[in-house]
């Protein structure tokens, strides 16, 4: 059974930091994964994506949060991560976790065309205000 649960949301001021974690089912283990956010009356847009395999990994961030943002994995744990430093107001959104059926997707693919994503989060809020 499919199944992505988020988790480390909350309320943040503007310059701090938070670390998402995204808890993955044991199948998408070979599957690319990725955070994406939506705003109110924006639509849902990729953050970043990241994509291992046993002797490389590749990565996709957004450009307004490169320098800001790191996603990474623990294969292990079938867990991905996201961690935001100097966080924005800009940022504030629903963060939600999301991974394709297919796992030959590449990160560019899932992040930038998130109609490759199948499977998603239930979502996390994340607000960053004064």
């Known amino acids: 059974q499919a199944q992505l649960v988020e988790s480390g949301g909350g309320l943040v001021q503007p310059g701090g930091s938070l670390r998402l974690s995204c808890a993955a089912s044991?199948?998408?283990?070979?599957?690319?994964l990725g955070w994406f956010r939506q705003a109110p009356g924006k639509e849902r847009e990729g953050v970043s994506c990241?994509?291992?395999?046993?002797?490389?990994?590749?990565?996709y961030y957004a450009e307004d949060v490169k320098g800001r943002f790191t996603i990474s994995r623990d294969k292990a744990k079938n867990t991905v991560y996201l961690q935001m430093n100097n966080l924005k107001p800009e940022d504030t959104a629903v963060y939600y976790c999301?991974?394709?059926?297919?796992?030959?997707?590449?990160?560019?693919?899932?992040?930038?065309?998130?109609?490759?994503?199948?499977?998603w989060g239930q979502g996390i809020q994340v607000t960053v205000s004064s």
């Open positions: 999301g991974a394709p059926h297919f796992p030959m997707t590449t990160v560019q693919a899932l992040c930038v065309t998130t109609s490759w994503v199948n499977y």
């Open positions: 044991a199948f998408m283990a070979n599957s690319p």
């Open positions: 990241i994509s291992t395999s046993d002797d490389s990994t590749s990565y």
